[in-house]
Every structure is written in C-alpha cells, then in structure tokens.
C-alpha cells in the first residue's frame, strides 16, 4: 500500500508512504542490473568465440650456423667427422635457413616448410628427383579437423619416430645422434591422428617409401602406427620389406632437470639390421643457460654401414659422449659442444692419419628462431 490513511480533526489525508515506493525502485534496478549483466557476459561470449574461430596465418622459422674443429684428427682435407648427419663440415660452416608458413582454419589449414642450405639439403635428399624445386621442401602438406578427436593429414611432414628433429631450435644437441641419422627423415602419405581421450592418442599413415617425398618412385607403400601416452610414443614403420619399431619419451624429474630417451631396432632384412639407446639427461642451472649430455650406443650388424668400419662378421657398434651448453639470449640460442665417438673398429683417423677407434670434436654453434 502506497497511501497511509491520517485522520485529522475528522479530515482523512492520503500520507505517501516512502519506504514502500524505495524498495519497490530497489527490487527493480537489482533486476535490471541483472538482465544487463546477463546481456554483457552474453555478448563477451559471443565475442570470444568469434574471435576463437578467426583463421590465423603464421610466419616462423630458424636460421643456423656453426663453427667445427677435430680434437684428435686434421682439419684440412683431410678433415673427418662421426658418422652421423649434420654438423659435418671443418671450420665455419652453414646450417640451414628454415622457413615456416601455415594457416590455421577452423576447421583446415596448411604448413608450408622450406629449408634452404646444406642442413636442410642433408635432411632431403631423396627428395629432389622430380623437380628443381624438391631440394627446399621440408614439409608440405594440408589437414582437415574431422572433429575434436580426429585429424586428417596429406602430404610430405617429417618422420613421427626417434627423439631428434631435423630443425636445429627444437634439439639440444646441436649435432644429431646415430639413431636419428639412420632412421627416417620425412615421409609423404596420409595419416590420421586420434585423440583417444585420458591422454592416449593413436596414429595410423600409409606412405610412399621411405624419404622418397615428391612421387612413389616404385609403386611400394609403407605403413605406420604410433601409440602415444602422456607424452611417451611407441612407433612402428613398415617400409619395402624393412621395419623399425622406436621407443621415444621423457620425464621431468624435477623443475630444473628433465631425462629424455630414444630406443630404436631396424631390421633391414638379409641380417642387415641396427639397435641403440640414447639418455638425455637435462639440466637447467638458471633460465638462460642449460647443460645437456646425450650418451648413445648403436650397433649395427650385416655392414649397415653407419659407423665406417666393422669386424670380419660385418658387424661394429660405437658408445658416441656429447655434452652440450645452451645460452639463450633474447632468440639466439648460442651451443658449445665436446663430442666424443668411440668406435669398436678404427672407424676414424689420427692426426698421423692413423686409423683409430675414436674421435673428439668440438662445435659452437648458434641458431637464431623467429
């Protein structure tokens, strides 16, 4: 009731009741605040989604060089380096300019990986047999987002087994272990990637063989499956009567230390075959500077070939020692690296130009990311 009733000498007077009026104004700007509150946050989430949803394009990449010498062996020309990829060449040297483009759709996108230099040529070798272009493509390939689980891929991408890379910036160590050198590069083909939820995922590809990335020179397809958990993955690849079964995963065992690991075993029929192990055991002593040993064994048996030298059976094995420091400085990420091959068979020469059974060699390197 809005009036209270006043008699006064006999006379009725209507008094306005204020209290009455002021809680009714009151309930009504709470439900106003309300409805427009409820509009606001309506509209920020509309706004957040667009924005989620807008395609973006993306323009990265790496550029490397590095400076070699031999510890126990000539630097001239007769200059020798271990037997695994990059990172070969005596006194200053090239690595590779790595360029990135890829777009990102809602649902589509692209990656278009270029490298250019001996890095990125080493890397690619079997691909340049069809067109002048083949010896600067990386990767080149298109994906469809089936849905949040799946994910459709075609074309060239780099190798899903071992623990190395071929881009400099996403490796400790600057040069590259035996495990990775000997097993595949890149592969072309189309693979599917499923998210199978709890941290598993699932992947399953069909691929022309191995390394050969602008045509299937031979009519041959090779298949691959990798099970992931949690950041560890087991891979199988089944390529021209060869496979390769590869174990790559890592822990942080502190804030400050992380182990990786890399197991491998390559049948190449014939008793042609290899197998190793690698630690990589990673200590960051503040948050510009880290230290890194990856301690390799690898051994090959039917003269694979990997190491250089083996016994009368054709079978050798070599234990290969880097420790590597990384300095990081705004985006330039500065290497120094002791190397140290020991091999079961002189594999390397001596300063005398000797065979001898190990080599030390050091690089500093330094690759810029952008």
């Not at 390939?141 to 910036?169: D, H, K, Q």
């Not at 083909?189 to 941290?199: E, Q, T």
Request: a negative charge; glycine letters at 10%.
């Amino acid at each position: 009731m809005l009036y209270n009733p006043v008699f006064l000498g006999g006379i009725c007077l209507n008094i306005i009741d204020l209290s009455a009026i002021t809680k009714k104004l009151t309930i009504k700007l709470i439900i106003m605040k309300k409805i427009i509150l409820s509009a606001l946050a309506f509209v920020g989430a509309l706004t957040l989604n667009a924005q989620e949803n807008v395609p973006s394009f993306s323009f990265s990449g790496t550029v490397d060089a590095y400076y070699r010498a031999n510890l126990t062996a000539p630097n001239d020309e007769d200059a020798i380096a271990p037997g695994s990829s990059f990172a070969q060449l005596p006194g200053f040297a090239l690595g590779m300019a790595n360029v990135i483009a890829s777009y990102e759709g809602e649902k589509v996108g692209f990656v278009a990986d270029l490298a250019f230099g001996p890095r990125g040529t080493d890397a690619i070798f079997a691909s340049p047999m069809y067109s002048n272009t083949g010896d600067i493509v990386n990767q080149l390939y298109v994906y469809w987002n089936v849905n949040e689980s799946v994910t459709l891929t075609m074309g060239n991408f780099n190798t899903f087994l071992g623990y190395e890379v071929i881009s400099p910036a996403a490796n400790f160590n600057y040069s590259t272990s035996y495990l990775f050198s000997y097993g595949p590069f890149s592969h072309t083909g189309l693979k599917a990637d499923f998210d199978l939820g709890n941290d598993w995922s699932l992947m399953a590809a069909v691929m022309n063989p191995t390394d050969a990335t602008e045509y299937n020179p031979s009519g041959d397809y090779g298949f691959g499956l990798q099970l992931g958990y949690a950041g560890q993955y087991l891979n199988f690849l089944d390529s021209q009567g060869t496979y390769e079964i590869d174990f790559t995963g890592g822990v942080d065992l502190s804030d400050s230390f992380f182990l990786g690991l890399n197991a491998a075993y390559f049948d190449g029929g014939d008793d042609v075959s290899f197998a190793g192990v690698a630690l990589y055991p990673q200590l960051a002593t503040s948050e510009s500077f880290s230290l890194g040993l990856r301690a390799e064994y690898f051994a090959e048996t039917g003269e694979f070939g990997a190491i250089g030298a083996t016994d009368a059976d054709g079978d050798a094995d070599v234990l290969a020692l880097t420790l590597t420091g990384s300095y990081t400085v705004g985006n330039l990420m500065i290497k120094p690296e002791l190397r140290l091959d020991s091999a079961s068979d002189e594999a390397f020469l001596d300063n005398d130009l000797s065979g001898s059974k190990s080599l030390s060699s050091f690089v500093l390197a330094a690759v810029y990311s952008f």
